[in-house]
Structures are given as structure tokens and as C-alpha cells.
């Protein structure tokens, strides 16, 4: 059964960066579109982008374009998701997914909790 | 701001059977097959429930239900269960390899 390890909370100054991870343990991201999507307390849901790691092709949401980089290293079956020139509004939960294609995404992280405060 | 729409609340009754829309334009939701829908349960991360508009992974309930008449997608839950209450998200492919979310609809059971 594939799980998807996220790494652990951050707590950002504004104006920084973080570096999050998400590790397919008992699987591999390899064939398989991998989503980030991120979501501020008590908000929806929204994609930021994603790839499909055996490709070097990676989409970015509009909002995100310039600040974001989403990157795989396939030998450790590990996808990263980097934000960049952080403000408080980017406090919220990040996900990973996997799934067969970007719209089937059938298995997700559990989260990240990034804080953004001052 | 999301690109699509979807009701910000929708409830029923045990038993009853509800349906949560989804429009945007021809664009995303009617131009592409690939709309899905993902059910949240609160401090949970999310669950896919369809994809492309109609199909159901494995394991998921044969009460949830997908369809889609012209830029309008529609999930509907039949048999409402106090389980089904959470919020539903439509997802939709827009262009490029990018995808957006619906605003997300909180569905309660009386």
C-alpha cells in the first residue's frame, strides 16, 4: 500500500523560503502525475502545481508562477515543493498526491503545516 | 478566486439524495473529461470519490455518483448518510497541464 510521507512542520519568516518533501514509501512516483495543493485554515482547497517525474515538464498555477518549483528526485522516490519570497497569507496546510493521471489523484500526504509569521 | 462555482452549502436528510453542481465554462469543465470530485472530512486530507466526471475508484461507494451536462458537472450522493457530511471539491483540468478547485460545497445531514 503506497503512502505518501510529507516532511515536518515549518515556521517561515516572511520574505523566506521553504522546501517541503513528500516521499512515496511502499511505491514509486514514477509514471505517476504528483500534485501540491495547499489549503489556509478554514479555506479551500487549491492546486498549485505538479509533474509527472519520468517527464521535465512541470505545470504552475497562474498564482503561483515565479515562486513556486516543484522537483523530483526519482531515485529516492521523493517529490519537493518550493515556495518562495513567503508572506503570512501563505500560512496553510500543503499536500502531496499521486495518481495515474493529474485529475485521478487517489493518494495524498497527510499534510504540512507552514507557518508564516513574523 | 476560483474559476468554478459550486453551491456553498447543500443539505438532506438520511436517506435523501443530494446533488452538488459544478459550472464553469468550456474552457475547463465542459471542454476536458477530466473533472473529479474529492470528499473532506474536517483535519483530514481530502479523498477522490470520481474522476473523469463519472468514474468511481475502487472503494468508493457505489452511493456517490458523477455526471456533467454541458460546463455544469454534478456529484450526487444518494442514501445521504451522517458519514457523507464533509465538504465536496470539484477539480477540473483548465489547460497546459494546470488544474483548478471549486470553491468547495459543505454538505451537513439534518
Known amino acids: 500500500q503506497v503512502q505518501l510521507v510529507q516532511s515536518g512542520a515549518e515556521v517561515k519568516r516572511p520574505g523566506s523560503s521553504v522546501k517541503l518533501s513528500c516521499k512515496a514509501s511502499g511505491g514509486t512516483f514514477s509514471g505517476y502525475a504528483v500534485s501540491w495543493v495547499r489549503q489556509a485554515p478554514g479555506q479551500g482547497l487549491e492546486w498549485m502545481g505538479g509533474l509527472i517525474p519520468i517527464y521535465p515538464t512541470t505545470h504552475y498555477a497562474q498564482n503561483f508562477l515565479g515562486r513556486v518549483v516543484i522537483s523530483a528526485d526519482k531515485s529516492s522516490s521523493t517529490v519537493y515543493m518550493e515556495l518562495s519570497s513567503l508572506k503570512s497569507e501563505d500560512t496553510a496546510m500543503y499536500f502531496c498526491a499521486r495518481g495515474l493521471t493529474g485529475d485521478r489523484l487517489d493518494y495524498w500526504g497527510l499534510g504540512t503545516l507552514v507557518t508564516v509569521s513574523s | 478566486q476560483s474559476a468554478l462555482t459550486q453551491p456553498a452549502s447543500v443539505s438532506g436528510s438520511p436517506g435523501q439524495s443530494i446533488t452538488i453542481s459544478c459550472t464553469g465554462t468550456s474552457s475547463d469543465v465542459g471542454g476536458y473529461d477530466y473533472v473529479s470530485w474529492f470528499q473532506q472530512h474536517p483535519g483530514k486530507a481530502p479523498k477522490l470519490i470520481i474522476y473523469?466526471?463519472?468514474d468511481r475508484p475502487s472503494g468508493v461507494s457505489y452511493r456517490f455518483s458523477g455526471s456533467r451536462s454541458g460546463n455544469t458537472a454534478s456529484l450526487t450522493i444518494s442514501g445521504l448518510q451522517a458519514e457523507d457530511e464533509a465538504d465536496y471539491y470539484c477539480?477540473?483540468?483548465?489547460?497546459?497541464?494546470?488544474?483548478?478547485f471549486g470553491p468547495g460545497t459543505k454538505v451537513t445531514v439534518l
Open positions: 473523469e466526471v463519472s
Open positions: 477539480y477540473s483540468y483548465i489547460s497546459a497541464g494546470t488544474y483548478v
